[in-house]
């Protein structure tokens, strides 16, 4: 089993940075896929970003390109996610999540087995 904890959530105002950390225990999570999700009050869950294991590329949605930075650290089991210019539209719960069946770039939700609790991340005008 693998327990996700993330942490680093908050409120600030539009154009500040934040950054989210993601805390792996219980197993290595250091092979599998590990990706970024939120979720919006009202709207369905979206998918923010991954990094692949295997050639340690991150991955992004269109929404946040440029503008946020996965990055991780398999010797610690942690995974981060540095936003930057931070805008209204961005607040949500941010969850952090581990394909532990798959490799590569890992987009669908669906494919994702571990989940954290999640962390509130709200962003003012």
């Known amino acids: 089993q693998v327990q996700l904890v993330e942490s680093g959530g908050g409120l600030v105002q539009a154009g500040d940075s934040l950054r989210l950390s993601c805390a792996a225990s219980?197993?290595?999570?250091?092979?599998?896929?590990m990706g970024w999700f939120r979720q919006a009050p009202g709207k369905e869950r979206e998918y923010v970003g991954m990094?692949?294991?295997?050639?340690?590329?991150?991955y992004y949605a269109d929404s946040v390109k440029g503008r946020f930075t996965i990055s991780r650290d398999n010797a610690k089991n942690m995974m981060y996610l540095q936003m930057s210019s931070l805008k209204p539209e961005d607040t949500a719960v941010y969850s952090c999540?581990?394909?532990?069946?798959?490799?590569?770039?890992?987009?669908?939700?669906?494919?994702?087995?571990?989940w954290g609790q999640g962390t509130q991340v709200t962003v003012s005008a």
């Open positions: 999540a581990a394909a532990s069946a798959y490799r590569g770039l890992v987009v669908l939700e669906t494919r994702y087995d571990y």
């Open positions: 219980g197993r290595t999570t250091g092979t599998w896929p």
């Open positions: 990094m692949t294991w295997s050639d340690g590329i991150a």
